[in-house]
Structures are given as structure tokens and as C-alpha cells.
């Protein structure tokens, strides 16, 4: 079991090998389809992004409503394979690292080892037991989606696993 | 003139009655669809954790367990995926149903997604932008013999609803060419369809209706076994055949990638044998109540 810090400040990325079990602590940013399609807007028309990739971690997710008492609803990760059109947009603009489920297109394995990136695995249908992990929520912008808003969320050790490492190489090999 | 008069007062307020009753209760099963696994799953996901060896899927399908204890005991959704809510009516012949009955098990939907904090999953097809509570699926049966109506709610993530399938076969196609085409289903639902899946699959009927026995195969209790034998030994050979794909829990291997397969079928046209596949994740929740 590997505990880190994110976003990643130096090159803690490349000591991460496809299976391994990571704690993660610090701050992640939520982000699914139509947040995507207007991050991507608004690096194609050179405007400011409202989050700083530099190091960042995108979490692919849409919790439900925050229930009163409560830090945040329930918040597990959703199919990543949907964000892979939007990610060489958002990784040549730094991001170091994707959290969601399932497979990913061959180009983005390409692409995550190009920029030494980082795809990890959340624990797929498990939204309360992630909820547990979650110690801060914010919105950041484009609340009009709800659920598909951009959240800051802090997050302490957020159980994952890596799906593919920087070498590209995927836990999903044959599938 | 006088009785009449009273008899409609009675009868509307009797009516308003049911509704109230109707939106009560199915502001209840959509709390206990979204926070309480049924038992039936929850059974067989802790067998497949108890006889599991590798160790990525033994601790997937403990994360699956521990999460379903804390949703029932936070009042936390199992799944932030609340999904479009799927409503199966039956309706039997001692009550009388009609179009206000519809309107407040929508309400029902509605205000019971808000009231338990549930994520508004709907949208315009197109439009997209910002979601709402709403975009139920009724599907109203009228069964005899059934007493009241019937309220079944499936509240259907499209992780694993994404993954449907259907083929019309030629009628003189193999069962084994059928049973090799619902096992591709669950290979290529793969990963992003949080398995270990229940697969519901319908056979006969249109391409519409193949696709909707194969999601009230979900519906079926997983601790009976198919009451046509035929199907049954179709139902376990098919399970045996997904589960040797290994791909298993959050698809990190292991014994098991489907928790059961729920086949049910109907009589269809000569020309023809359509075969529906609805896939459920580990997270296949429903709920039921009974208005009389």
C-alpha cells in the first residue's frame, strides 16, 4: 500500500506500477462529460481555465445531492472510457492524473505514457464508502450541471488502484 | 340528485386518498432502493467474497460489502448513480388504476429523489445541461389474480445500462450461437459495468419486447431458480461460460463475473428470434410495495 500526496508536486508518478494500492491525500478536482466538453472549449479558444492543471487530478465522478450533516453525498467514480476524446487537451496542459473505472482507448494508454500521467481505479459502486474519504467539498465552477459540476474535494487516504502507470502499461492487459 | 352528489364527494375524496397513499409509498421504495441492497444480491455477493482466492477481487468485493453496510447505515446512496428510475405496475383485478394514479407515482419519484438526497441523473436527450428528478420509465401490467397494485422500483445506472444488447437471430440459430451472444454481452460490458453483473436476458417476443423481458429478468428473486427447467439449465450454463471470462469484481480477475443470469421469454413470430440483453451491476437495486 503506497500513500500519497496529491497534486503531485515532483515525479512521484513514476515510482507507480499498474495494480498497485494507493492511499490518496490532498486535493482532487471532479470533472465528467460536459464539464470535459467546456474545459476543452475553453483551452481551444486560449481562455483561462478556472482549476490549475498543473499536477491536478481529475476525479470522474457526479455525486448525488449533499444530505444535511454531511460532507458530500454519495461519490464513486463513473465510466472513464466517455473522457477519452478530452484528455490529450488536458494533459498537454499538465494534468498529472485520472481517477474513474474501467477500460481506456489505446490512444490514451499512448497518451499516459507520453506525459507520464497516471490512471487510477476507484472502488466502482462504492459512493458511500468513498463519501468516508471525502473531508471537504466545494463548488469551483459551472454549478448550472449539478452533479456534473466542478468540485474541489478534499480527500484523505481515498482508497484507488493504478489502472495504467506511466509506462502505459494497464492492469487491464487482455481484457 | 342529493345521493349522487354525495357519492361523487366520497369517491373523489377516497381517490385523493390512494394518491396520497400511492406518492407516500413510493417515496419509500425509492429511499429503500437507493440505500439497501436487496438481499438476494447482498447473499450472493458474500459467497462469491467467501469462496474468492485472488486477492485485487477478494478485496473489490469487500469494498462492495463494507460500502453497502455504510449506505444502510449513513442513509447514503449505494451507488451515486441513482440511475433513470424504471416503475413496473401490477395492477391486479381488484383495483382500479388510471392516468392521476401514473401521475403520483411520478410525483412520488420526484419527491422522494429530493427527499433522500439522490442524484438527478435525468436530461434532455439533446440539450443535455442541467438535470432534474424525473424521467421515469412506467411500465404497467395488468395481472390477475394479483391483489392491489403492485410498485416495483429499479433505479438503473447507465454504467451497466449502456451496455444493452439485443440481436435478431434467425429462427433456426443454435442455442449455443444464443448462449455465445449473451456471453459477449458481459465481455464487452467489461469493467465499466461494475461487475460482478446480474444479466437479465429475454428471449422471443419484438426487438422492444426482448429487451424489456431482459430487464424484468432483473426483477426475478436470485435465490429461485428458473421455474422452466429448460431455461434454468440455460441460465447455468450461461453463468459457468461468463464467469471462465475472468474478468471479476471492478474487473481486476477472479472467480466471479456474473453473480446469476435471469432468463424469461415469450412467443415471437416465425421469422424470427430476438434476444435482448440487460445488464445489472453489483448494485442492482429494487424496491416493492403493495397499495390495496
Not at chain 2, 447507465?158 to 449502456?162: D, H, P, T, V
Given at each position: 500500500m503506497k500513500i500519497l500526496k496529491v497534486p503531485f508536486k515532483n515525479r512521484e508518478i513514476e515510482g507507480l506500477k499498474a495494480g498497485d494500492e494507493v492511499l490518496l491525500s490532498g486535493v482532487i478536482y471532479t470533472a465528467r462529460d460536459q464539464a470535459h466538453q467546456r474545459l476543452v472549449s475553453l483551452i481551444q479558444a486560449s481562455k483561462k481555465l478556472p482549476i490549475n492543471l498543473a499536477g491536478a487530478i481529475i476525479y470522474y465522478c457526479g455525486p448525488t445531492a449533499t444530505p444535511k450533516g454531511k460532507v458530500i453525498g454519495s461519490c464513486g467514480p463513473t465510466t472513464s472510457r466517455r473522457m477519452d476524446e478530452f484528455v490529450e487537451s488536458l494533459l498537454r496542459g499538465g494534468l498529472a492524473g485520472m481517477i474513474g473505472k474501467g477500460r481506456r482507448s489505446k490512444d490514451v494508454r499512448q497518451l499516459i505514457k507520453k506525459y507520464r500521467a497516471v490512471y487510477f481505479l476507484a472502488p466502482a459502486g462504492c459512493g458511500a464508502l468513498l463519501a468516508r474519504h471525502v473531508v471537504k467539498n466545494e463548488l469551483v465552477v459551472?454549478?448550472?450541471?449539478?452533479?456534473e459540476a466542478i468540485y474541489r474535494l478534499e480527500v484523505k487516504d481515498f482508497p484507488v488502484i493504478v489502472g495504467i502507470d506511466s509506462a502505459g502499461k494497464s492492469v487491464y492487459e487482455d481484457l | 340528485m342529493l345521493y349522487m352528489l354525495y357519492y361523487v364527494k366520497i369517491s373523489a375524496v377516497i381517490s385523493t386518498m390512494k394518491i396520497d397513499k400511492i406518492k407516500k409509498q413510493v417515496e419509500k421504495i425509492v429511499a429503500r432502493a437507493a440505500f439497501e441492497l436487496p438481499a438476494d444480491v447482498s447473499r450472493l455477493i458474500k459467497k462469491a467474497y467467501s469462496v474468492e482466492t485472488n486477492k485485487r477481487a477478494k478485496q473489490a468485493l469487500r469494498w462492495i460489502l463494507d460500502n453497502a453496510r455504510i449506505a444502510k447505515k449513513e442513509n447514503l446512496a449505494i451507488c451515486q448513480d441513482t440511475g433513470l428510475p424504471i416503475v413496473f405496475l401490477e395492477a391486479g383485478s381488484d383495483i382500479r388504476v388510471c392516468a392521476r394514479d401514473i401521475e403520483a407515482v411520478k410525483k412520488g419519484i420526484e419527491s422522494g429523489y429530493a427527499k433522500s438526497y439522490l442524484r438527478a441523473s435525468a436530461v434532455g436527450p439533446l440539450k443535455r445541461g442541467a438535470s432534474f428528478y424525473g424521467g421515469a420509465v412506467i411500465h404497467l401490467d395488468f395481472i390477475p389474480g394479483v391483489k392491489g397494485l403492485k410498485i416495483t422500483i429499479l433505479p438503473k445506472g447507465?454504467?451497466?445500462?449502456?451496455k444493452s444488447a439485443l440481436k435478431m437471430f434467425n429462427?433456426?440459430?443454435s442455442i449455443e450461437a444464443i448462449e455465445d451472444f449473451i456471453v459477449d454481452a458481459a465481455r464487452r460490458a467489461g469493467p465499466e459495468s461494475c461487475p460482478p453483473f446480474i444479466v437479465g436476458v429475454g428471449i422471443g417476443s419484438t426487438a422492444d419486447g426482448a429487451l424489456l423481458l431482459a430487464k424484468k429478468a432483473l426483477l426475478q428473486d436470485l435465490a429461485k431458480p428458473n421455474f422452466d427447467g429448460n431455461l434454468a439449465a440455460m441460465e447455468k450454463r450461461i453463468l459457468e461460460k461468463i464467469n471462465r471470462l475472468e474478468i471479476g469484481p471492478m474487473g481486476l480477475g477472479g472467480k466471479t463475473t456474473a453473480l446469476a443470469v435471469k432468463i424469461l421469454k415469450a412467443p415471437t413470430h416465425i421469422a424470427g428470434l430476438p434476444v435482448g440483453v440487460n445488464i445489472g451491476c453489483h448494485a442492482l437495486r429494487r424496491a416493492t410495495a403493495v397499495i390495496k
Open positions: 459551472f454549478g448550472d450541471l449539478g452533479p | 447507465f454504467g451497466s445500462e449502456n429462427p433456426t440459430v
